[in-house]
Nanobody, 116 residues
Framework: QVQLVESGGGLVQAGGSLRLSCAAT????????MGWYRQAPGLQRELVAT???????NYADSVKGRFTISRDNAKSTVYLQMNSLKPEDTAVYYC??????????WGQGTQVTVSS
């Protein structure tokens, strides 16, 4: 069974940085596509970034050049480095794992609040 536990959220001023972490249990992390999504109040959950098993990345246009996704397969952990944060980045951030067979797993979410 896969469990995802996020950490690293918090309150930061605009222009600041945060680093989110997502630790996974189970044996499929190294072959899974990992992603970060976010959901702001009243809005749908949206993709922030994904990273494949071989390290290929994809970013939402709104975070390109500011956010960096990375993974450490030895630690079964995926990271999201967030720089130059803006108030519009305020949301609950969720970690996502997609297995090669198509199953998806979600973390419980971590709140990121950017003050102006």
């Amino acid at each position: 069974q896969v469990q995802l536990v996020e950490s690293g959220g918090g309150l930061v001023q605009a222009g600041g940085s945060l680093r989110l972490s997502c630790a996974a249990t189970g044996s499929i992390f190294s072959i899974a596509v990992m992603g970060w999504y976010r959901q702001a109040p009243g809005l749908q959950r949206e993709l922030v970034a994904t990273i494949t098993r071989d390290g290929s990345t994809n970013y939402a246009d709104s975070v390109k050049g500011r956010f960096t996704i990375s993974r450490d397969n030895a630690k079964s952990t995926v990271y999201l480095q967030m720089n130059s944060l803006k108030p519009e980045d305020t949301a609950v951030y969720y970690c996502n794992l997609k297995s090669p067979s198509g199953f998806e797993y979600w973390g419980q979410g971590t709140q990121v609040t950017v003050s102006s």
